[in-house]
């Protein structure tokens, strides 16, 4: 081996890129199950998007598709012989998450990410009064919240002493997640923050879609 062939075995392997997401060994079974019954299967590949708008739970899409004809945006990564196209808008929010398989639940897709708040006209979210609320959120309320499963979203404050949140997880849906803003998040916030009195819920409880975005 020359000189130049032994320093060139030395670097790393930059053809391989990082996975965005883990795909345990039984999805990959079944999903490729479910690919092999697709004609032309050898040229297709399971993309995964993000349907959810920003301040909703996250949902997802999911189908196959040819991934020689994916987009310049996407990201292309393969698991064990199976594609996996991600659309690049939807990376970092997938980045960490895990799509598994059961019998009993089918396809399911573990993200430790959140959703990102959405944008409301009229509202401050750039401001050091913000600042202090998100601290407040990502340090205190969160954690109280996640032996619940639960976790709010800071939308932004009014100027006149409301802060804007949203609801997730187990608390999205759940009969006691009103109470639990009213009287757990508030609390913490309006005692801890002078400049905030009242926190509003944009959560809709019932359906699992806010209707102060429809």
């Given at each position: 081996?020359?000189?130049?062939?032994?320093?060139?075995?030395?670097?790393?392997?930059?053809?391989?890129?990082?996975?965005?997401?883990?795909?345990?060994?039984?999805?990959?079974?079944?999903?490729?199950?479910?690919?092999?019954?697709?004609?032309?299967?050898?040229?297709?590949?399971?993309?995964?998007?993000?349907?959810?708008?920003?301040?909703?739970?996250?949902?997802?899409?999911?189908?196959?598709?040819?991934?020689?004809?994916?987009?310049?945006?996407?990201?292309?990564?393969?698991?064990?012989?199976?594609?996996?196209?991600?659309?690049?808008?939807?990376?970092?929010?997938?980045?960490?998450?895990?799509?598994?398989?059961?019998?009993?639940?089918?396809?399911?897709?573990?993200?430790?990410?959140?959703?990102?708040?959405?944008?409301?006209?009229?509202?401050?979210?750039?401001?050091?009064?913000?600042?202090?609320?998100?601290?407040?959120?990502?340090?205190?309320?969160?954690?109280?919240?996640?032996?619940?499963?639960?976790?709010?979203?800071?939308?932004?404050?009014?100027?006149?002493?409301?802060?804007?949140?949203?609801?997730?997880?187990?608390?999205?849906?759940?009969?006691?997640?009103?109470?639990?803003?009213?009287?757990?998040?508030?609390?913490?916030?309006?005692?801890?923050?002078?400049?905030?009195?009242?926190?509003?819920?944009?959560?809709?409880h019932t359906t699992g879609e806010n209707p102060y975005y429809s």
């Amino acid at each position: 081996m020359s000189p130049l062939e032994a320093m060139a075995s030395d670097q790393p392997d930059t053809s391989v890129s990082e996975p965005i997401i883990t795909v345990t060994p039984d999805a990959l079974d079944h999903l490729r199950e479910l690919r092999d019954d697709e004609p032309d299967a050898d040229k297709l590949g399971l993309r995964l998007a993000i349907a959810s708008q920003p301040g909703e739970e996250f949902r997802y899409d999911l189908a196959f598709d040819e991934f020689l004809t994916a987009a310049f945006t996407d990201e292309v990564r393969t698991h064990d012989g199976l594609k996996v196209i991600i659309p690049g808008d939807d990376v970092e929010p997938l980045t960490g998450a895990t799509l598994d398989y059961t019998t009993t639940q089918g396809l399911v897709i573990r993200n430790p990410n959140r959703p990102s708040a959405p944008s409301v006209d009229g509202l401050t979210v750039d401001d050091e009064l913000s600042a202090t609320i998100e601290a407040m959120i990502s340090g205190d309320v969160n954690p109280a919240l996640a032996s619940h499963g639960g976790f709010v979203t800071y939308v932004g404050h009014d100027g006149e002493g409301t802060a804007y949140l949203t609801m997730g997880g187990g608390c999205h849906g759940c009969s006691m997640s009103k109470m639990t803003m009213l009287d757990g998040v508030q609390t913490m916030l309006v005692d801890a923050i002078e400049e905030v009195e009242r926190v509003r819920d944009l959560t809709d409880h019932t359906t699992g879609e806010n209707p102060y975005y429809s």
